[in-house]
């Protein structure tokens, strides 16, 4: 069984730094696509940062150049480098695995969520 565990986020001023990590652990398959999403309060889920399946990397708009994506496939782990924060970046923090099920599927998988709140 797929289950995903993360780590960091936490109370932070802002123009401050936050490290975000993303353990995978019960496949032997190296995923699809992975990526961090996040939700504040009154507002849906929305991606921050993406390794797509085509093999791009997407940034949502309002943290590029504040914000960096990395990954290890062999371990399957994933972090988020967050530098310059801001208050609108306040939201509890999501990563997102898709892993193959099948020949002919895949799964989606989502960590337990880590709270990020930037104070002004």
């Known amino acids: 069984q797929v289950q995903l565990v993360e780590s960091g986020g936490g109370l932070v001023q802002a123009g401050g730094s936050l490290r975000l990590s993303c353990a995978a652990s019960?496949?032997?398959?190296?995923?699809?696509?992975m990526g961090w999403y996040r939700q504040a309060p009154g507002k849906q889920r929305e991606p921050v940062a993406v390794f797509t399946s085509a093999g791009t990397t997407n940034y949502t708009d309002s943290v590029k150049g504040r914000f960096t994506i990395f990954r290890d496939n062999p371990k399957n782990t994933m972090s988020l480098q967050m530098n310059s924060l801001k208050p609108e970046d306040t939201a509890v923090y999501y990563c997102?695995?898709?892993?193959?099920?099948?020949?002919?599927?895949?799964?989606?998988?989502w960590g337990q969520g880590t709270q990020v709140t930037v104070s002004s």
């Open positions: 997102n695995f898709q892993f193959p099920h099948t020949s002919f599927s895949s799964r989606v998988y």
């Open positions: 019960g496949t032997p398959f190296s995923p699809n696509s």
